[in-house]
């Protein structure tokens, strides 16, 4: 199956729901490229940049958009394998 590169953002309301936010990256570190944080006072930000197929994509994201007190929005690319650069429209 094709894997595409992607990035998801994380809004963290509820900071109680972190350790279930932290088991679920866990559970698809395999994918994941890299993580950032952003805490704030009343909210937390995280950044994910992933590599996967859609169907380990969509895991992810569909898990973590269940847990109470977090949004999630994501956005996905085709990989270099079939993109010249990743900034053309491919």
Same mark, same amino acid.
């Given at each position: 199956?094709?894997?595409?590169?992607?990035?998801?953002?994380?809004?963290?309301?509820? &900071?109680?729901?972190? =350790?279930?936010?932290?088991?679920?990256?866990? &559970?698809?570190?395999?994918?994941?490229?890299?993580?950032?944080?952003? =805490?704030?006072?009343?909210?937390?930000?995280?950044?994910?940049?992933?590599?996967?197929?859609?169907?380990?994509?969509?895991?992810?994201?569909?898990?973590?958009? &269940?847990?109470?007190?977090?949004?999630?929005?994501?956005?996905?690319?085709?990989?270099?394998?079939?993109?010249?650069?990743?900034?053309?429209?491919?």
């Amino acid at each position: 199956m094709e894997k595409r590169i992607g990035t998801v953002i994380i809004y963290v309301g509820d &900071r109680q729901t972190a =350790p279930q936010l932290n088991e679920v990256l866990s &559970r698809h570190a395999d994918i994941i490229i890299c993580r950032q944080g952003f =805490p704030r006072k009343e909210y937390s930000l995280i950044s994910v940049v992933f590599e996967g197929t859609t169907d380990q994509i969509g895991s992810l994201t569909g898990q973590l958009g &269940r847990i109470k007190g977090i949004e999630v929005k994501s956005a996905l690319l085709k990989t270099q394998e079939n993109c010249q650069l990743l900034t053309t429209n491919c």
